[in-house]
């Protein structure tokens, strides 16, 4: 039994389909026409070519070179806001997470120091749902620094300790309760 195909269009065979518009057949039934490059491997040196491609390789390294971004370093711009972040982090995590307080238990801290864009942050999440919203954010910023911070857990039971907590580490203590 023969397999049963869609009814052709009667088109040529030389003709290109109809869902390649602006396709164009190759002129004298698909053969190559043109001179062939030497090569080693027909007798030639293979010098011929590679000229071309060594002048092609330097093009494109220098425009590639002068493509890059003349931007300043934005961790450099942001290293008083990135070292304030690092404490924060650092006692965060000490105070909060590790010790295993009730208030924090169900919370993840994550830092975000290294951004390319945007403010350095430091995000507090749940641990089930890693992915979701912040439940805190922590940013730094500005001359001199200072921190902001902002999120719902502000409003709960836990939210005048953090209050607590994130201005006496921004003002130089590692202490955990005042």
Same mark, same amino acid.
């Given at each position: ?18 869902? @390649?518009? &602006? ?9 190559? %026409?043109? $001179? $062939? ?14 000229? &071309? ?6 093009? !494109?390294? =220098?425009?590639?070179?002068? !493509? ?18 690092? $404490?924060?982090?650092?006692? #965060?995590?000490? !105070? /909060?997470?590790?010790?295993?307080? +009730? ?9 975000? *120091? ?6 350095? $942050? ?5 641990? +089930? #749902? =890693?992915?979701? @919203? ?29 209050? =607590?907590? *994130?201005? %006496? /580490? ?5 202490? !955990?309760?005042?």
């Amino acid at each position: 039994m023969m397999p049963q195909f869609p009814e052709s269009n009667d088109a040529p065979l030389n003709s290109p389909p109809p869902a @390649l518009k &602006g396709y164009l057949p190759l002129e004298g039934g698909g053969k190559r %026409r043109g $001179r $062939r490059l030497p090569s080693p491997a027909r007798g030639g040196s293979g010098r011929e070519a590679g000229g &071309g491609v060594i002048v092609s390789l330097a093009v !494109c390294l =220098a425009t590639l070179a002068a !493509c890059q971004s003349s931007r300043p370093n934005v961790a450099g711009e942001n290293s008083a806001a990135v070292a304030l972040l690092q $404490r924060i982090n650092t006692n #965060a995590h000490t !105070c /909060w997470t590790r010790s295993k307080d +009730k208030d924090f238990d169900s919370y993840a801290v994550i830092p975000e *120091l290294d951004t390319q864009a945007g403010k350095p $942050r430091i995000l507090v999440v749940d641990k +089930k #749902a =890693a992915h979701g @919203l912040p439940k805190l954010v922590i940013e730094a910023d500005g001359k001199p620094v200072k921190a902001a911070a902002y999120g719902p857990l502000l409003s709960g039971s836990a939210g005048a300790r953090i209050g =607590a907590d *994130l201005k %006496r /580490w921004t003002g130089g203590s590692d202490a !955990c309760a005042a």
